[in-house]
């Protein structure tokens, strides 16, 4: 649909700069805009007058204050007296948290997204206590966000009303400092490597800890795959249809990603012959951009090295279960099912079904991308998915 939006006054981009633009149109189809500027020479489906009216782009708001600004208009402009208003920021913001609750800060919340949207602001910047909620608010209205959870291990206050002291609580900082890099959840799981993401998030390894894992792994696995080459093929299809097709060549199925792709690792001339074979049984097929036959058994010589590696990592007990791809199941052993998985494939279906037949019903992708985001809307019903900006796709 093409639809021709007319103002007083328009604020576009231009050249390298902002331009106002006296009794112009603006003209989108779809979700693209296709013209700013005056008489619009093509068809339209629908007509927007504005007379009077500016029309700007999204303004960006970094500082915000998104759960308790309305209690700042409750307090300093609509209740609060002559002295409260002029008070300090030490004297009043004790005071004003002291008056919110849990409750009320969403319900600040939700005020405050409208509240945006009414003065033009598309985009905001925000650290705050809810990130959770603020990100589900965000959601809602269509917003763009950017957040960043709170933490601290300071607050001032003054007990006289003329000086400022500091109360401190360095525990209480550096909890809130670990929340902020590590989601909560009530089960966790990661796609091949992501198995050391997951476990991190769930407080069984440090970040320090993962990182090494991470580097050593890559490390290992490119050593042995520059030693035994092969590659790896995604097909468009499910495990039953493909690993027939894996099994007559000589093949692993590498990964179980969802109903409808399945990779197959191996040799290169059995990858190649697996490809044609499946493109004349109409299945797609598409090579990976890789020199390595992951989670196959050609990674075998990485196996023993990163389990001995794995033994020198200071392993702690998950916060909540952390789903192993080699078993579909919580890790029972660490480091025997993380080296191991290096040659065993990812059963990401089964995880997923596991996931939900524990409980899970709300689904969240970490990171920058919507790949596994993506795979649980194929493979499981009834079910919310939340995932960031789009990236790459699964696999190794």
């Known amino acids: 649909m093409r639809t021709k939006l007319t103002a007083s006054h328009i604020i576009a981009y231009q050249d390298g700069g902002h331009r106002h633009l006296r009794d112009g149109e603006i003209v989108w189809e779809g979700d693209t805009i296709i013209h700013v500027g005056r008489d619009f020479p093509g068809p339209v489906d629908a007509t927007i007058g504005a007379p009077g009216r500016v029309v700007t782009p999204g303004f960006i708001n970094t500082h915000a204050h998104l759960s308790d600004s309305p209690l700042d208009k409750s307090f300093v402009e609509d209740r609060g007296g002559r002295q409260f208003y002029l008070s300090g920021l030490f004297e009043y913001l004790p005071t004003r948290t002291a008056a919110s609750d849990p409750a009320a ?12 949207l009414r003065s033009g602001t598309t985009t905001v910047m925000e650290i705050g206590s809810y990130p959770e909620s603020t990100v589900e608010e965000a959601d809602k209205v269509g917003i763009r966000l950017y957040m960043g959870p709170s ?32 989601p909560e959840a009530d089960f966790y799981a990661g796609h091949s490597m992501g198995e050391i993401t997951a476990l991190a998030a769930a407080g069984a390894l440090s970040d320090e800890d993962g990182l090494r894992l991470v580097a050593e792994r890559g490390r290992l696995m490119e050593t042995t795959a520059a030693r035994t080459g092969g590659a790896m093929l995604a097909i468009k299809a499910g495990r039953d249809e493909a690993a027939p097709v894996a099994e007559r060549h000589g093949l692993a199925v590498a990964n179980d990603n969802s109903p409808q792709q399945v990779v197959l690792s191996g040799p290169l001339p059995d990858i190649e012959a697996a490809e044609a074979e499946a493109g004349k049984e109409g299945m797609r097929a598409k090579r990976l951009p890789i020199t390595g036959a992951f989670h196959s058994p050609l ?3 990485a196996v023993e090295p990163f389990l001995s590696f794995l033994h020198d990592i200071e392993l702690r007990a998950p916060r909540a279960p952390v789903f192993s791809c080699v078993t579909a199941a919580p890790f029972d052993d660490v480091p025997e099912r993380l080296s191991e998985a290096l040659v065993k494939p990812v059963r990401w279906v089964e995880v997923q079904h596991a996931l939900y037949a524990a409980g899970g019903r709300r689904f ?26 789009p990236a790459g796709t699964a696999g190794e």
Do not use: H, N
């Open 151 to 182: 933490y601290r291990s300071g607050r001032w206050r003054t007990g006289d009303g003329k000086t400022v002291s500091y109360d401190w609580d360095e525990a209480t900082g550096l909890a809130g400092f670990e929340r902020a890099g590590c």
């Open 105 to 116: 800060s969403r319900a600040s919340l939700a005020y405050s997204m409208a509240e945006l």
């Open 364 to 389: 969240q992708e970490t990171g920058p991308g919507k790949a596994l985001a993506g795979l649980a809307r194929r493979t499981l019903e009834g079910v919310e998915i939340v995932a960031a900006e």
């Open 299 to 301: 990674m075998a010589d």
